[in-house]
């Protein structure tokens, strides 16, 4: 069983070998070490074989570091080529018990393991406002950096927020080191619940993004 494999998926080139990869999560996967829902993210590396493909299939394997953390409800994949010097995989969750969830950013090397110990950077709410929802975007402050935002929906009381972070970070990050970009009008707006961004819409050749509020 997948155990909710297949809630979220991204592919792209990671490592530059011409071929699409797929990143595929289960958010509901217990970890190796039996801690329920902490999520998993499995890695292909393209060309991907034709037929029934399952986890044990995988290239890269990584598993949630918390108990019903469910990492994996949001996935991104940066292509290499983009300013960061090789490609990646970000990964964000929604907390089930509520908590304040957090963003990953693996490289597209980083060894099969636990998400926490994979990571090169990773972004946190302010104490219980969760970050999780996330996408990939061009280089919008043209300087030859990709960029990705990371929606906070329940930041300023439920109103929510978007930032937008840069593909050659390295460490630990909350939201406040980031300048808010977008901001709900009213609580409970929950801004930044879904997201995807990439594409020019308006044909300026700046990338454009799409946020979702469900309230």
Known sequence: SWDEGGIDASAGDLNNDGMVDLVISAPQRDSPNSLAEAGAVYVFFGPIASGNIGALDSDRA????????RQGTYLAVVPEGTGAGFGLIIVGSTDALGGACEV???GEDAPSGVLSDAAISRVSGR?????????????ISEDGI??????????????GEVVIGKVDMEGSYT????PVVFRGEVAQEGLGWIMAG?????GDKVSDILIGSPH
């Open 104 to 106: 990953f950013v693996l």
């Open 198 to 202: 990439g594409g020019d819409l308006d």
């Open 146 to 159: 990709g960029n990705f935002a990371i929606g906070a929906p329940g930041a300023e009381s439920g109103a």
């Open 127 to 139: 104490g219980v406002e969760a970050v999780g929802p996330v996408t990939t975007l061009d280089d």
């Open 175 to 178: 939201l406040s080191d980031f």
């Open 62 to 69: 990584y598993g949630g570091q918390e108990e019903f953390g």
